[in-house]
């Protein structure tokens, strides 16, 4: 059963995480922004975040139009891929938000598997049988051959929705919003953001990480988690709580120079 959503808002003279220093004095040049980190699969967390961002936001909206801003790693891993694709594009119509879907380098894996399923084959053994599995694709085996993997691909192309496919083709690499950049994985650090590479964006795990920044913007992101806390530091803000394995879907509001920490969280049976 899932509970209902914990809003825990931040002062900047406290660290409730214990995760590092917290973002200060950031602007959203006046747009309401949500950041919602990795889903992987979990759509029955995904619908009860949702609820909770609608509440939230018809208090706060004042004629704006909120920006939601998704982090990437839809699928994998969480047994309702299809379900959290589905409900990203039904999001994504809505004329009364506007939506940035971001890529992750789940998302990319399962596009490298439907373009060439050999040279990427290593995908199902990080998220990707699961994926194969919701879509109701039985998954290659260890021992599977060029053959078996080629036999995946297209019965996962048969089964999966045309809309899934171009959305996966149409995601974004970064969204930038006043003093914040949303990436999935994070930046190059020295690097500018206009000149980010898109393996660095989907992949960076730690430099990026270690590094001590300032980058040009604070970065959001999701990628790697450490427990069911959001990791809050000067420079970066990482919102991946590990969805998939904690239950719990973390998510960020960014209004003025505000901040608060939403939190999905599934009970124990």
Request: no cysteine; glycine share 10%.
């Amino acid at each position: 059963m899932l509970s209902s959503l914990d809003v825990k808002p931040l002062d900047y003279t406290a660290n409730p995480f214990g995760q590092g220093e917290q973002p200060t004095g950031r602007q959203v040049d006046g747009e309401l922004v949500y950041a919602v980190g990795d889903i992987h699969g979990r759509y029955d967390l995904l619908k009860v975040m949702l609820a909770q961002l609608a509440r939230d936001y018809a208090q706060r909206t004042a004629g704006r139009r909120p920006v939601l801003v998704f982090l990437g790693d839809y699928v994998d891993r969480g047994p309702q891929s299809p379900e959290v694709l589905d409900a990203l594009i039904w999001l994504a119509r809505r004329p009364d938000l506007e939506v940035r879907l971001l890529k992750g380098n789940h998302e990319q894996a399962m596009l490298d598997f439907i373009d060439d399923p050999v040279r990427a084959a290593p995908w199902l053994g990080f998220g990707g049988a699961q994926t194969l599995t919701a879509y109701g694709v039985e998954p290659p085996g260890e021992e599977s051959g060029p053959q078996d993997l080629r036999q995946a691909r297209d019965a996962l192309l048969d089964r999966m929705p045309a809309a899934h496919l171009r959305r996966l083709q149409t995601l974004e690499l970064m969204v930038a919003v006043g003093d914040y950049a949303f990436v999935h994985a994070g930046v190059r650090p020295g690097a500018a953001l206009a000149a980010q590479d898109e393996r660095d964006l989907l992949w960076i795990r730690r430099s990026f990480l270690e590094s001590e920044g300032p980058h040009e913007k604070v970065i959001v992101h999701g990628h790697t988690w450490i427990d069911e806390k959001p990791q809050m530091h000067g420079h970066r803000l990482g919102l991946d709580t590990g969805a998939y394995a904690t239950g719990v879907l973390t998510a960020v509001r960014l209004e003025d120079n505000r901040m608060a920490i939403l939190q999905a969280r599934a009970e124990a049976a």
